[in-house]
């Protein structure tokens, strides 16, 4: 273009709110907000039961339990000791 074109036909302002990069940095806080207030109001409306401490919660594993449970604590012991368990 030339400059007596330039003068002729001046570029034309868009409006903000046409501007892809504008939608583009308003966008990600915008929607980082609603999340959160999303997950605020969930919740507000669903929480969570208080546990009663006052009584002992202990709980003793049947045969049949500590049987399924034995790879899991072989696997804790293995991870606090630095041994290889021997197989049975």
Do not use: C
Request: no cysteine.
């Amino acid at each position: 273009m030339t400059t007596a074109q330039a003068l002729k036909n001046p570029p034309v302002a868009r409006a903000w709110w046409r501007e892809p990069y504008v939608w583009l940095v308003i966008g990600g806080p915008a929607v980082v907000v609603v999340a959160g207030i999303a997950t605020a109001i969930i919740a507000m409306t669903n929480p969570d039961p208080v546990l009663d401490r006052s009584a002992p919660q202990t709980r003793t594993a049947s045969p049949d339990e500590a049987f399924k449970l034995a790879p899991a604590g072989q696997a804790r012991n293995h991870a606090t000791t630095a041994t290889v368990p021997v197989k049975p």
